[in-house]
């Protein structure tokens, strides 16, 4: 769906300066950033790759996700952003009851950021071959490997890409804070029920650095009055 065909819609239930939510069906909303929330830029993409076979029977190349696959990151996505941004953000308005209204409605973000783009790299044996997901377009960040680790991310383009003095991204996504995932997702309450995301090595029994265990700050609370509108980068 389009911005201009979705902006049609006559009764969004919250429009901010870089989104707005409404009723896209009878039982499901739909979150859509607005142009110009973005830090990515398709360049940023993986070059074309053919699936080639290695004398080993190895494979190693990118391709385009599928569109299952990019739903399930845009409606994880859309189901957090409901949670964290939208209905506190009601609640802030005094609209405390069309919260409580949505707060359990299906959700899914209408599309990436421009310039954003959903990929599977596929590796080793070709028979069988691990398949991860990685979200490329970010000129910041390489590339995202579940929708738990870009939604911190997304956050900080919704809410104007603010900088660092030294011109850094503000962002508390793992990549720009340099904060561990785990505890990202802690902080958070991310629950990765039904997730199909990239495996996790097995943990290390050993005890050793667990009395040195480093606390981080709460991750501070939205402010659209401060949005930085000309932050974004050029896209394609």
């Known amino acids: ?12 239930i919250l429009d901010t300066p870089s989104f707005r939510i409404f009723w896209s069906s009878s039982d499901a909303l739909a979150i859509e950033l607005k142009p110009g929330f973005t830090d990515a830029n398709s360049s940023q993409w993986p ?3 053919e699936r080639t076979v290695d004398d080993r029977g190895r494979v190693n190349y990118d391709r385009y996700a599928d569109s299952s696959k990019a739903r399930f990151w ?25 919260a409580s209204g949505i707060r359990d409605a299906s959700v899914s973000l209408i599309d990436f950021p421009h310039g954003y783009r959903l990929f599977i790299h596929e590796s080793q044996d070709h028979l069988a071959p691990r398949t991860d997901p990685y979200l490329h377009g970010s ?3 390489n590339h995202f490997r579940s929708p738990f680790e870009f939604l911190p991310h997304l956050e900080w383009i919704i809410n104007g890409q603010p900088k660092k003095p030294d011109g850094k991204p503000d962002c508390q996504c793992t990549y720009c804070s340099g904060k561990p995932q785990k505890y990202i997702h802690a902080e958070r309450h991310f629950s990765s029920s039904g997730d199909d995301e990239k ?18 700050d709460p991750i501070p609370a939205k402010d659209y009055t401060k949005l930085n509108l000309g932050t974004s980068s050029g896209t394609t």
């Open 47 to 49: 070059p074309e790759q």
């Open 1 to 12: 769906m389009s911005f201009a065909s979705a902006s049609r819609h006559p009764q969004p």
């Open 139 to 141: 000129v910041y960040v």
């Open 199 to 216: 495996p996790h090595r097995k943990r290390s029994r050993s005890r050793r650095g667990r009395q040195n265990k480093k606390t981080y």
């Open 74 to 98: 845009k409606n994880k996505l859309g189901k957090i952003l409901l949670r964290d941004t939208v209905i506190p953000e009601l609640i802030r308005l005094g609209q405390a009851a069309v």
